[in-house]
Every structure is written in C-alpha cells, then in structure tokens.
C-alpha cells in the first residue's frame, strides 16, 4: 500500500526559507517521479514543482529560482527546499505521485508566510 506523508510545515517570516519533505512507503521515487503542489482555501490546486525518475526538476514561473526539489532513494524520501518565501506562497503543500495509473496524496502540509 503506497503512503506519502508530509512534514516541515510551518510559519515562517517573509524572505526566510522551510524544507518540506515526503516519506514514501510502497513507492519507490529510484523508479518514480513525484510532484508537490498547494493549494490556497477556495482556489484550485497548483503544482510547483516536479521530479522524474531520472532526476529531472521543473518548476513553474512563480517558484523558479526559490524552490528546489529533490529525493534521496535511499531514504525514500524527497524534499522541497523554499528560499525567499513569500506571503502569497502561503497554502498547505502536498506530496503527489502515480503509480500504475493511480494518483496518490499526501495529508498535506501547512505552510504560512507572515509579512
């Protein structure tokens, strides 16, 4: 059974910097990309930030140059680093990846930015 479970949240001042990462249990991120995303109450959810299973990362605009993903496989784990925070990155962040044509989630991860 795949589990992905979140940590790292937290509130943070303006400019500071969180890392958030994502125990896998039943997926193997060797093998397996994974994506982490947010989402603001009453707004739809955002990816942020990808990684293959080769080790390519894609960021959309909005975080590229401040956010960085990345796995180590031998913890089965994968870490979103988040410099230069900002108020509006403000949201819960989750852990996402597909295996065998299933998506699965995390519980999230609350993140909260003050100014």
């Known amino acids: 059974q795949v589990q992905l479970v979140e940590s790292g949240g937290g509130v943070v001042q303006a400019g500071g910097s969180l890392r958030l990462s994502c125990a896998a249990s039943?997926?193997?991120?060797?093998?397996?990309?994974m994506n982490w995303h947010r989402q603001i109450p009453g707004k739809q959810r955002e990816l942020v930030a990808t990684?293959?299973?080769?080790?390519?990362?894609n960021y959309p605009d909005s975080v590229k140059g401040r956010f960085t993903i990345s796995r180590d496989t031998a913890k089965n784990t994968a870490y979103l680093q988040m410099n230069s925070l900002k108020p509006e990155d403000t949201a819960v962040y989750y852990c996402?990846?597909?295996?065998?044509?299933?998506?699965?989630w995390g519980q999230g991860t609350q993140v909260t930015v003050s100014s």
């Open positions: 990684i293959t299973s080769s080790g390519n990362s």
């Open positions: 039943g997926y193997s991120f060797r093998f397996n990309g």
């Open positions: 996402n990846g597909r295996l065998r044509r299933t998506e699965y």
